[in-house]
């Protein structure tokens, strides 16, 4: 028979993707324990014996992880037009996971119904009762934030709206899977009125939906649904199933003949043999960026058109069609013992056996690799001087951190010898060569900016209000581009106020304003001592992201960039999993949080996304930290020099013994990922996986509590300009006009950052 159309790879063969990429799972232990919490014990037992109870059943099994595998079947993809499947090779066999593969795994409902996503529900006074217990807008789905806060005062509502509680706690933290903080679908949500229809609703397909969405767009999210498959495929009982039963029902579902080529091939009467000549070498996807190739990879020939099948494959398409389609009749009703594809139990193990051998193979190939790449960093260690080495311990562990010199006025909190300048007597003769050039390339660098940095006396800041002032450049390096604390233009303040009034919330109290109000986002930012939520952080973050890609010489280097505050709250989430996680004989291979390629790369963040490589073309990384969601810090984290600045605006509000907690993810994962990450052998080389150093300076300005949100904006802004902390600038009565300047200045340039969604770390859920 020959061979029909087929799909082809997405990636060409041998240039598949590495498995450097972090790729994160959403858990949600934290919202599991308030639940169980919550709820009695007959109420929760009752919750998992009940329809939905697998999801509470998936986050019992104590399921383990293994990215390399989810890797694999991602990097090995199958280039389909159906949005919602996904065709993987296992070696020469193609692999699906559909609807029905999920539905058989997990036994949800994944019915098809019309309008899955937007039922209809009517907004009741019970309704509207119900979503005021817990402190939502009726026009909004709950967080997981709110629904943990509701848990702690739940104790005296109603057995049904306990449930009630209980089946919006399963909704938001494992079938819609947002940020902690991020509302849910409305429409969903309220669901959860009407009892029964919550528990008999199809969720099978609307968190099959919500997972496929992820994998086929730029992101990889993986519920922890997936997680539990690996175990409850043990037990699953195959069904026989007849070829027209094969193809789940999607809303504008389309057709695809090679994917429907797959299935009747596996329904023919004599087994169909898969060889590695059944499918095309190259892949539809182009890679536009220059691989790096290591030592011990040959380099793969890319063909100027897709390998030539043995037989021509569109001319046979129709006929194997037909064939299949003849013989599937005659069979269906001679086998009675066949499964799922088709497929006897005998072929399933073939099966099996054919994809285990594959993959031993493939992690035989990884080992052999792994070893040679060994043996030629011990080579290059001998060859740059490099000779001791500690067992489990990388030889760059040895090569002793350059210390930073402290500022006056700051302690040292795990740092030694401080107040002391490194010199190159202090370091080997390949460090002070290394820090020589880097010196140099900086200077030059450094020279540069300046040059650029000298403008003509009239030349003013875009970012400066007042059109007088002349912008002056001091000889000393304080890189002022403009200045952060200008007045207000009282036009432009006016502008805002009367933008504000035409919104239907403006006499609304704070209180009672939806968040999703701009009134809410703009009265929150602009009153004295209130806390800003992370979405004033990142907005401001943002401008400052706009600011250095429209003008980076106005800032003190151009190797910096700013992150928002979701890339400290993950790190300090994910951080035990790093920690728990075994190392490789070199220290590598440890658990970084989801998303560490994407920061290391300059990725992420995507709004004003840099492309800059830390360490290579970045230096400094500034980031606000969230501590407990009653405290703002700012973190300066300093490449170079291995050392972090932490600005703490109010000392009494984190004591030394819980910052050291907080800081020590950064401490040993920043490192961690300099060195995992590198992208060459001599480029890893110059990094250790020695630990950072860090400070705590105490002369800096203190807030008000309420305002330490806004100072630690301010800190960034300034420390990133070269300006110092003044006193001045920072006086505590200044706190109400830091707030104002803000908001104007976030209205002027960033216009719809109250509607901005910050879905960089979608993929990569902290909680």
């Known amino acids: 028979m020959d061979i029909p159309e087929l799909p082809r790879r997405i990636h060409t063969l041998g240039e598949e993707p590495p498995a450097v990429h972090s790729i994160s799972y959403h858990t949600c232990w934290t919202l599991h324990t308030a639940l169980k919490k919550a709820l009695h014990d007959d109420e929760y037992e009752e919750l998992k014996e009940s329809k939905l109870g697998v999801f509470i059943k998936f986050q019992e099994l104590g399921f383990d992880w293994a990215s390399r ?43 098809y119904i019309e309008d899955l996503e937007r039922p209809h529900c009517v907004v009741t006074k019970e309704l509207t009762s119900f979503w005021e217990m817990f402190g939502v807008h009726v026009e909004v789905g709950p967080s997981t934030q709110e629904i943990i806060a509701a848990f702690e005062r739940c104790e005296g509502w109603s057995r049904d709206d306990r449930k009630r509680l209980a089946y919006l706690a399963i909704f938001t933290g494992y079938i819609d899977g947002r940020k902690y903080s991020t509302p849910t679908r409305v429409s969903l949500a309220r669901l959860a009125m009407e009892l029964e229809r919550f528990e008999n609703y199809p969720w099978g397909r609307v968190v099959f939906k919500v997972m496929m969405d992820s994998v086929k767009g730029e992101i990889f999210r993986v519920v922890t649904l997936l997680m539990g498959l690996r175990k409850l495929s043990r037990v699953i009982k195959f069904v026989q199933k007849d070829i027209g039963e094969m193809f789940p029902k999607w809303e504008f579902d389309v057709e695809d003949t090679p994917v429907e080529n797959i299935i009747k091939l596996m329904f023919v009467k004599k087994p169909w043999k898969w060889t590695m000549d059944c499918w095309e070498v190259t892949g539809t996807w182009v890679n536009t960026k220059p ?21 021509a494959r569109k001319e046979a398409s129709e006929e194997a069609a037909a064939v299949a389609s003849e013989e599937t009749a005659a069979e269906a009703s001679e086998e009675v013992h066949t499964t799922v594809g088709g497929l006897t139990k005998e072929d399933i193990k073939i099966m099996f056996k054919d994809i285990v051998d594959a993959m031993r193979e493939g992690f035989g190939t990884c080992l052999k690799e792994i070893k040679y790449m060994s043996e030629r960093v011990e080579a290059m260690e001998k060859q740059i001087g490099i000779t001791t080495r500690r067992k489990g311990t990388s030889a760059q562990n040895n090569t002793p951190a350059p210390k930073p010199t402290l500022e006056p006025g700051s302690e040292s909190v795990n740092g030694t010898n401080t107040g002391r300048k490194s010199s190159p007597e202090d370091k080997g ?32 800041s875009p970012y400066t209000a007042n059109s007088t002032p002349k912008m002056i450049i001091p000889n000393k390096k304080l890189y002022p581009g403009y200045n952060p604390f200008a007045p207000i233009e009282k036009k432009k303040l006016k502008e805002l106020a009367d933008w504000l009034k035409t919104c239907s919330h403006y006499r609304t109290p704070l209180d009672k304003k939806p968040r999703t109000s701009r009134t809410w986002w703009y009265q929150i930012l ?23 890609d429209v003008n980076p010489q106005h800032f003190r280097s151009e190797r910096m960039c700013f992150l928002d505050h979701l890339f400290a709250q993950q790190w300090r989430f994910n951080y035990k999993d790093f920690k728990d996680s075994e190392p490789d004989q070199n220290g590598l291979g440890k658990r970084l949080p989801g998303g560490a390629w994407n920061y290391y790369a300059g990725t992420t963040p995507s709004f004003c996304q840099l492309n800059k490589v830390w360490g290579t073309d970045i230096d400094d990384v500034y980031a606000p930290v969230n501590y407990n969601d009653t405290h703002w810090i700012a973190m300066w984290i300093s490449i170079p020099k291995r050392h972090i600045v932490v600005w703490n605006n109010i000392c009494s509000s984190i004591s030394p013994e819980d910052l050291d907690v907080v800081m020590e993810p950064f401490l040993y994962m920043v490192p961690y990922l300099l060195v995992e990450c590198a992208s060459s052998d001599e480029q890893r080389a110059q990094y250790s996986l020695e630990p950072f150093t860090y400070e705590r300076p105490t002369n800096i300005p203190p807030a008000r509590a309420g305002d330490c949100g806004v100072y630690t904006l301010k800190y960034i802004e300034c ?24 908001a104007v200045d976030i209205f002027q340039e960033l216009p719809d950052a109250h509607e901005f969604e910050n879905k960089d770390n979608d993929a990569n859920l902290a909680r």
């Open 291 to 311: 691989a790096v190739v290591s030592p011990a990879k040959k380099k793969v020939v890319k063909e100027d058109s897709p390998r030539p099948r043995k037989k």
């Open 429 to 460: 003769p390949d460090d002070a060569r290394y820090l020589e050039k880097r010196d140099a390339a900086l200077a030059l660098c450094r020279a540069k900016s300046d040059r650029t940095r000298k403008l003509a006396a009239s030349q003013q």
């Open 719 to 742: 420390h990133a300009l070269g300006i110092e902390f003044s006193k001045k600038d920072f006086a505590k009565a200044n706190g109400k006009t830091m707030r104002d300047k803000m």
């Open 69 to 111: 595998l989810v890797h694999y079947m991602l990097g090995f993809q199958l280039d389909i037009k159906k949005k919602y499947e996904l065709w993987s090779l296992v070696g020469p066999e193609p692999v699906r996971f559909s609807l029905l593969e999920f539905e058989n795994l997990t036994g949800l409902n994944c019915e």
């Open 526 to 548: 602009r009153t004295s001592l209130e806390w800003l939520e992370d979405c004033h952080i990142d907005a401001w973050i943002n401008v400052l992201r706009k600011r250095y």
